[in-house]
């Protein structure tokens, strides 16, 4: 199993910049892809970056050329920098790792880290 623990959210203008953090442990050679994903009261949870084990990123539209995940394995940590924010991106921003078990692949989140965008 995958332990993920998220930091790095705060209160922040519109135009600032935050750094996420979701640094995991445990079984961490079984883990493929990890990524970000956001939710907003009454909202279905969306994606906003994925990275997976060879460096690869997608990200969703509202945030390309805004966000930049990154992941750092000598630290077990994966980052989401997110510059030139807006009052939309705010949500609770929640850490994701797609785990595989032989031919099973199950998902871990982390607890959530609130990101509020004033205007």
């Known amino acids: 199993q995958v332990q993920l623990v998220e930091s790095g959210g705060g209160l922040v203008q519109a135009g600032g910049s935050l750094r996420l953090s979701c640094a995991a442990s445990g079984s961490i050679f079984r883990i493929n892809a990890m990524g970000w994903y956001r939710q907003v009261p009454g909202k279905q949870r969306e994606l906003v970056a994925t990275?997976?084990?060879?460096?690869?990123?997608n990200y969703a539209d509202s945030v390309k050329g805004r966000f930049t995940i990154s992941r750092d394995n000598a630290k077990n940590t994966m980052y989401l920098q997110m510059n030139s924010l807006k009052p939309e991106d705010t949500a609770v921003y929640y850490c994701?790792?797609?785990?595989?078990?032989?031919?099973?692949?199950?998902?871990?989140w982390g607890q959530g880290t609130q990101v509020t965008v004033s205007s």
């Open positions: 994701y790792a797609d785990y595989r078990l032989g031919l099973k692949g199950y998902d871990f």
């Open positions: 990275i997976t084990n060879g460096g690869n990123t």
